[in-house]
């Protein structure tokens, strides 16, 4: 028994050290875009009239009662059209040094008109026919001369406006990062969660956790093994059926309609034999509130992406990960202590 006590008040120590260390990382808030911007990109981003069918907005995959995320396995676009990727959350998106699950692009600016004329997502024909509906749109026209004093919503307008609300959204500010500020203590098994994270179980070798990068992401993309068994053993036939697609539409269209194209992961513009299968790590700010996991939405709990991450992470390793019943759920309550206060939605029905 002394010896139990001993190892957990060692790892309790480790934990309040590494909290009083990162505490710095909660300096103050950050910069407020323009309110104009702000308030123009809410209202685009709310918009169903945008989409094919005025059926679907921005805000059809990224719900602010799923963290902006949706719920959805894969994300459901105009039409009722289903995609391959599950839809992240957008907080701290505007933090992002890389964007899609692939990390294909690398401008927020860029990303935000995207899903417009995807045909799976907002499905419109062409930027000329999102010209044409916002220019039917008196309100918007209304907005711009009275904060901007511009008459006509341009894609460039339109592409600040819809980052401003982006990076507008704020972080969740959940029992962890208070504890981080020092403005309340985890519990005890969140906090020897905390140390699991850093130290034994290595979670925060891509979800970096320290006081220059709060997101829980190293920006990187890695392997997980998941999904990759649609293309594994037949990668040549793979790479044809690629530059086939490619011929006909954009990347981005036939990631979310091909799921060949989809598991090939970041190889699919890098063209590098190390990115087949690597996706973007993303971040675990309100991880408890955006199931189900992984970039296809496979992984239906946060109990089974955590068994999924040790049991790949085991595979690349000389030596596994050994984490008793015990650790594992102090490694589940630190998760939770990643997200806000309030209950986790449940996932929505795919």
């Known amino acids: 028994m002394d010896t139990i006590l001993r190892k957990r008040s060692i790892t309790l120590a480790a934990a309040t050290a590494l909290s009083l260390s990162l505490s710095s990382c909660f300096t103050g808030a950050i910069p407020s875009a323009d309110r104009s911007l702000v308030e123009l990109g809410r209202e685009v981003f709310n918009d169903r009239r945008l989409s094919a069918n005025n059926d679907?907005?921005?805000?059809s995959c990224?719900?602010?009662?799923?963290s902006f995320a949706d719920g959805h396995i894969v994300s459901i676009g105009t039409g009722k059209r289903s995609g391959t990727r599950?839809?992240?959350?957008l907080l701290d998106t505007g933090k992002a040094a890389?964007?899609?699950w692939d990390g294909r692009e690398t401008s927020l600016r860029e990303v935000v008109l995207q899903p417009f004329t995807n045909p799976v997502e907002m499905g419109l024909t062409d930027m000329e026919q999102l010209a044409v509906l916002l220019a039917s749109r008196p309100e918007y026209a209304a907005?711009?001369?009275?904060h901007n004093g511009a008459t006509q919503l341009d894609q460039d307008r339109l592409a600040s406006a819809l980052s401003a609300y982006i990076g507008s959204l704020p972080a969740p500010d959940g029992p962890a990062f208070r504890h981080l500020a020092q403005e309340t203590v985890l519990d005890e098994q969140a906090l020897a969660g905390m140390a699991l994270f850093n130290g034994k179980a290595e979670c925060g070798t891509c979800h970096v956790f320290n006081r220059e990068n709060t997101t829980l992401t190293d920006n990187k993309s890695h392997h997980t093994g998941i999904g990759f068994e649609q293309v594994a053993g037949n990668i040549s036939s793979a790479l044809d059926h690629l530059d086939e697609v490619l011929v006909s539409q954009p990347l981005g269209h036939a990631v979310l309609s091909d799921s060949r194209v989809s598991e090939l992961g970041k190889f699919s513009f890098s063209r590098k034999v190390e990115d087949l299968g690597a996706f973007?790590?993303?971040s675990l700010r309100n991880v408890a509130r955006t199931a189900p996991y992984m970039h296809d939405g496979s992984v239906p709990t946060l109990e089974e992406a955590l068994e999924r991450e040790i049991y790949y992470r085991n595979l690349s390793r000389s030596t596994p990960i050994h984490l008793t019943v015990e650790e594992k759920q102090a490694l589940l309550a630190f998760l939770h202590a990643l997200s806000d206060d309030a209950e986790p939605s449940p996932p929505s029905p795919s």
């Open 62 to 66: 990224h719900l602010s009662e799923h």
């Open 86 to 89: 599950n839809s992240p959350s």
């Open 98 to 100: 890389s964007f899609f």
């Open 280 to 282: 973007r790590t993303p």
């Open 143 to 146: 907005f711009l001369r009275h």
């Open 56 to 59: 679907v907005s921005c805000a």
